[in-house]
């Protein structure tokens, strides 16, 4: 498969992206809430369980993998890569390093991880990967973003991107709008109008194939300490609205990040932008949280019980797999939950 059909595959219609690359830091994060400690072979056994779920054949197109996760054996025989290409999704990775301090605006941060990372693409590319993520953060308040913010992060992100397609994977291009914050939704729109701009600016410049990439971008919502709520039909609105105005028709498919909306809201707004989707964009999910969040409290409960793990699990990449294409409901919610 070339870039451009990697990219569709990963958006496929029905289909989403499962985000299952937390840092080692960041699962910790996620495995204090349910009293598991956080042991390789703890993270294993979680990721394990769902990446041979049922529901990974008719709901995922592609999964992203931690540096630690790609190189891992499962103790169901396969390794990670290849459990999961068995069950029809690609395997992908990420790639940045973290965000660091941004020197000169030091309540920001600069994503790092360009040197020697054409090196480590082609480690990447021959355990089994096939695309790969890089994640930018932009937080919002009366003086951030920062012009200097929005543009190194964009400067690094098209650098990312090339190095990535000189090795003919694809790569993911994640400028994330933190919805923390007082901000309404119309700062989060006008925010991510200059951050999108800005990327798809420096990806023009470094000669980026938009056909074989996918953009992970936030949705348009307020933040979430703003007093005025926004409804579904709102979010969907703007974020439709902004895409369409700030995103070259060439990219073949956008998949959200969840980023701090509960499992519900996630589903029930790309729903909702699905419902008024009228571009060519592939519109889905990248979940990391959003779809994992009830396997995760399964997994608190009884580390082996699979089988509840994997039911809370199926039941959010269905759920999410009809968002995709604007057929879920509240009713399919409860019926399939039951
Ligand atoms: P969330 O869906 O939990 O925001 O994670 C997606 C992700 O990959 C962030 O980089």
């Known amino acids: 498969m070339n870039i451009e059909e990697i990219a569709k595959k990963m958006c496929a219609k029905g289909k989403g ?12 994060k996620r495995f204090k809430s349910i009293n598991v400690e956080n042991l390789e072979k703890n993270r294993l056994n979680f990721r394990q369980t769902l990446f041979n779920s049922s529901g990974m054949k008719d709901y995922i197109g592609g999964v992203i993998l931690f540096d630690e996760t790609i190189k891992q054996k499962s103790t169901l025989g396969p390794t990670i890569p290849e459990l999961i290409s068995k069950h029809g999704a690609i395997p992908g990775i990420k790639v940045d390093k973290g965000a660091k301090p941004l020197a000169g605006s030091k309540e920001e941060t600069i994503t790092e991880g360009l040197d020697g990372l054409r090196e480590r693409l082609k480690e990447y590319y021959d355990l089994g990967a096939r695309f790969t993520k890089w994640r930018a953060v932009y937080k919002i308040s009366d003086k951030y973003p920062s012009v200097q913010s929005i543009k190194s992060n964009a400067h690094a992100l098209a650098r990312y991107a090339a190095l990535v397609q000189e090795i003919q994977m694809v790569p993911i291009i994640e400028p994330e709008v933190l919805m923390d914050g007082t ?22 410049i470094h000669k980026i194939n938009l056909k074989g990439t996918v953009l992970k971008p936030n949705m348009i919502i307020p933040g979430s300490e703003c007093k005025n709520k926004s409804s579904p039909e709102e979010i969907a609105n703007k974020t439709l609205d902004c895409l369409k105005k700030n995103v070259p028709n060439k990219v073949p498919g956008i998949a959200f990040l969840s980023g701090g909306q509960s499992e519900i809201e996630a589903s029930k707004n790309l729903n909702e932008i699905n419902k008024i989707n009228d571009t060519s964009f592939l519109i889905t999910f990248s979940y990391g949280r959003g779809l994992q969040a009830s396997a995760l409290k399964e997994f608190g409960k009884d580390q082996q019980n699979t089988d509840n793990i994997q039911k809370a699990f199926n039941h959010r990449a269905k759920m999410n ?6 057929k879920w409901s509240e009713n399919l919610e409860k019926e399939s939950a039951a």
Do not use: F, P
């Not at 797999?321 to 604007?326: A, D, E």
């Open 321 to 326: 797999g009809l968002s995709s294409k604007g």
């Open 17 to 28: 992206i499962l985000a299952a690359d937390e840092s080692t830091g960041t699962i910790a």
């Open 183 to 204: 901000h309404d939704i119309q700062k989060c729109y006008q925010v991510t109008t200059n951050v999108l701009n800005e990327c798809y600016n420096e990806l023009e």
